[in-house]
């Protein structure tokens, strides 16, 4: 299977990358057609996954581990990853473009012997970072299909537990979260992923959130026993019996005011005949909905 190959030019990327990091430069020695060379302050890990995240941002690309060393003699930090539309455990053909681009980033040890072969390290500030970026993809990044197929950043999930949170659905918080783009004209964002994520990866941010808030939907008890302290201090009381067949009952304080007042059954069985009626009649033709209404009424 052929796959139109695309090249990300040099210099968008370079720009991109210097709002981020203004030290970053390009090794125009070791930098190829197919493949850009940057030097750049990194210092750590964080700082390179950092780095990597911003540059996914930049490239509509996520990346999966290929090679990590987690104590490495010569570097204090190196790590390799490929795109995420590579053949590497891909099971799913519309996935695996069988892409070859890599990210690369080492970050070198200052010492006498790395300050002899490499003139960056010897800046004022010096650039330890090196990071190898190929340029060739197997497959469109901006298209539609594929910015769907990105996954979401974590601010964009924590974003959408707190819609959660705060009481919205799964499909209000949809719309809710779309009609940011629409406002703005952002119609790329809209179609990507990362950061408008689709309505399955919003279904399923949704159960992540119910499970760790509410507990699960088979057996709810153990995050309701965590939950009960907090009920009792807004003056909520909860009961529970553990059966094989079980009930909650909640009494919340309006319902405690309301318990001590009289009231006449008759009365309210009325009026629950009455709401009933009301509901039935929603489903008749209008003319028919008055004759049967003001029939009930004069029944009560």
Not at 105 to 125: F, S
Request: charged share 25%; glycine share 2%; net charge positive.
């Amino acid at each position: 299977m052929e796959f139109q190959q695309e090249i990300i030019q040099k210099n968008y990327i370079v720009s991109q990358l210097q709002e981020f990091y203004p030290y970053c430069i390009e090794d125009t020695d070791k930098s190829t057609p197919e493949q850009i060379v940057l030097r750049t302050n990194l210092q750590n890990e964080e700082e390179a996954e950092n780095f990597k995240k911003h540059y996914s941002a930049i490239s509509n690309t996520n990346w999966i581990v290929y090679n990590y060393n987690p104590n490495p003699q010569k570097f204090v930090f190196s790590k390799t990853w490929l795109c995420h539309h590579s053949k590497r455990h891909k099971r799913i053909a519309k996935r695996n473009a069988d892409c070859k681009a890599k990210l690369s980033i080492v970050i070198k040890e200052i010492t006498k012997a790395t300050k002899k072969t490499d003139k960056y390290l010897k800046y004022d500030m010096p650039l330890v970072g090196e990071v190898k970026i190929s340029l060739l993809h197997t497959h469109n990044t901006t298209s539609a299909e594929t910015l769907r197929m990105l996954r979401v950043y974590d601010e964009v999930r924590q974003q959408f537990y707190q819609y959660f949170s705060d009481g919205m659905s799964p499909v209000e918080a949809i719309r809710f979260h779309e009609n940011k783009f629409l406002l703005e004209d952002n119609f790329m964002g809209l179609a990507n992923a990362s950061i408008n994520p689709t309505h399955n990866q919003i279904y399923y941010l949704h159960e992540c959130w119910r499970d760790t808030n509410l507990g699960s939907l088979i057996n709810p008890f153990d995050k309701l026993k965590e939950k009960v302290p907090f009920y009792e201090s807004i003056g909520t009381t909860v009961k529970f019996h553990e059966d094989h067949l079980w009930a909650v009952l909640l009494v919340t304080p309006l319902m405690k005011r309301n318990h001590p007042l009289s009231l006449d059954l008759k009365k309210l069985f009325s009026l629950i005949q009455l709401q009933a009626a009301r509901h039935h009649l929603q489903q008749l033709p209008l003319c028919y909905q008055r004759q049967k209404l003001e029939l009930c009424r004069l029944q009560l």
